[in-house]
């Protein structure tokens, strides 16, 4: 890893993120986001997936775009000021201090972080409590601005599309330490949205060949 590489990997999930907010129609941009990071993490010297996998790699197994799991939702800010600090493994200590609680109705509320670190950025993981192993056990990042995983809102609001939901690098190689979802972004249903681990028996998921 070099730091000219992770700025081409920044820069290329960057524009995956940028062409996500201009697309109007949500479900064309997810499978256009699915496409390009599939092709990004096969592909590029910075992926997680490790280098003696990517030959075989042919993308995340990612569940059909579902429109109830789109939300553009008020950050409630009036919220206990909490601070978290995560060791990961190319950052060091990443702080967060929580900046506010998003209300996704069917789902639950996911609290909204802030990176106390300079430069910023909103983080929203989630994390569900299912067993199946389909979904990464420590959660799923739906949100990381500071590494270009932005999928709008303004005005205090959040689109929050769970459909978006991406698994962290560790779950692709353990040589990696994220932050995981703390317990205030833990939902009690399944989020059937979104990157997963393996299939589910029986359910056809995007870009899956009959």
């Known amino acids: 890893m070099s730091a000219t590489s992770l700025l081409d990997w920044r820069r290329r999930v960057a524009a995956i993120y940028a062409a996500v907010r201009a697309n109007p129609d949500p479900a ?26 990517r030959g075989g790699f042919t993308g995340v197994p990612v569940a059909p775009y579902d429109p109830a799991m789109r939300f553009t939702a008020e950050v409630y800010t009036d919220v206990e ?29 996911l609290d909204v972080w802030w990176l106390a670190s300079y430069g ?8 569900d409590t299912r067993t199946d192993g389909a979904t990464y056990p420590g959660g799923r990042y739906v949100i990381d601005t500071a590494k270009g995983a932005d999928l709008g809102g303004d005005d205090g609001f959040l689109v929050v599309d769970l459909n978006f939901a991406y698994n962290p690098s560790c779950a692709y190689d353990p040589a990696w330490a994220c932050p995981l979802a703390p317990p205030g ?10 990157e997963l681990m393996r299939p589910v028996p029986g359910q056809r998921y995007s870009g899956e060949r009959t």
């Open 185 to 194: 972004n833990t939902v009690t249903v399944p989020v059937n949205a979104g």
């Open 120 to 127: 910023g950025g909103i983080f929203v993981p989630v994390r």
């Open 81 to 109: 000021r909490v601070r978290i600090e995560v060791q990961t493994g190319t950052d060091g200590i990443a702080a967060f201090e929580r900046a506010g609680v998003v209300h996704l109705p069917g789902v639950g509320d």
């Open 28 to 53: 064309a941009a997810h499978a256009d986001w699915q496409a390009a990071r599939s092709q990004l993490l096969g592909t590029h010297q910075d992926s997680p997936v490790p280098a003696e996998e």
